[in-house]
Every structure is written in structure tokens, then in C-alpha cells.
């Protein structure tokens, strides 16, 4: 049996659940009063500045001739789909409590662990569809049961 826990991804995993948590709280203060999508271009523009100072700090900005056309496309096409998400997740936070809004969000786990599946050949496990339907579960007891 794979024990997961003891895999190197998990710690960065975590903490980036924890500040993930914390995007839904900022983004609903920040969004009172704000125009939805002025606020996540300004998000986008700390993100920017944020990634490429992380990028020019380790040096990796020398691989950038490196990338191959595939990946260059499908890093832009990322962008697009995050530029989205991003763009209607604060529209959420703004029209809704974060309490709600935050776990539809989280239904993206369902989605990309079929999008694994159908578009990259990942195999569903039983544990991996018992949690796609915990989550779901999990989701809409929260918006529906009081």
C-alpha cells in the first residue's frame, strides 16, 4: 500500500489549503464595496509581482527559452481558466456568505479529480470516488441543511 502521507508533496499541500482558506476570508472583506473584477485584477497584479519576484530571486527566469510550445500553450491556457475561476469566485464572495461560497468552490476538487481521469488516464480508485462523493456530499449539506 502507498502510503501518501510520506510523499513531499504534502506539506506544501497543507499550507496551501491553509492559505487558500485564508483567500475566501481576505477576498470577502476586501470585495465590500469594491467592484468584483477591479479587485481581482489588483489580486492579479500583487499575484504577478509576487511569482516573478520568487522567479527572478531563484534565477529560473534563464529557463524561460526552454519551455517547450506545448507546455507554453497549456501554461496559458491555465492562466485563462485561473483568470475565471478567479474573476467569478469574487463575484460569489461578493453576493454570497463565504460560508457557502467556499465550498461550491472546493467542488473543484470533483471536477479535477475526473479531468485527471478522462484528460491525463489517472486511475479512480475506490478511494478516490468515495472522496469526490464525500466532498460533494459534504458540499451540499452544507448549503442545504440548516
Known amino acids: 500500500m502507498n502510503n501518501n502521507l510520506s510523499q513531499s508533496w504534502i506539506p506544501p499541500a497543507i499550507i496551501s489549503a491553509v492559505f487558500a482558506g485564508a483567500i475566501a476570508i481576505f477576498g470577502k472583506i476586501g470585495v ?3 467592484n468584483s473584477n477591479l479587485a481581482t485584477a489588483l489580486r492579479m497584479v500583487v499575484i504577478l509581482v509576487i ?27 491555465s492562466g485563462i ?8 469566485y469574487f463575484r460569489a464572495l461578493q453576493l454570497g ?21 478522462i484528460f491525463l488516464g489517472e486511475k479512480l480508485t475506490f478511494g478516490t470516488l468515495l472522496g469526490a462523493i464525500l466532498i460533494t456530499a459534504g458540499t451540499f449539506s452544507l448549503l442545504f441543511l440548516k
Not at 522567479?55 to 496559458?76: A, L, T, Y
Not at 456568505?97 to 481521469?117: E, N, R, T, W, Y
Open 32 to 34: 465590500d464595496m469594491v
Open 51 to 77: 511569482a516573478w519576484g520568487v522567479v527572478w530571486i531563484q534565477g529560473s527566469f534563464r529557463e524561460i527559452s526552454s519551455i517547450s510550445f506545448r507546455s507554453f500553450i497549456f501554461i496559458i491556457l
Open 97 to 117: 456568505d463565504a460560508s457557502k461560497v467556499v465550498p461550491v468552490g472546493k467542488l473543484s476538487m470533483v471536477f479535477a479529480i475526473f479531468f485527471a481521469m
Open 81 to 88: 481558466v485561473t483568470a475565471l475561476s478567479w474573476l467569478f
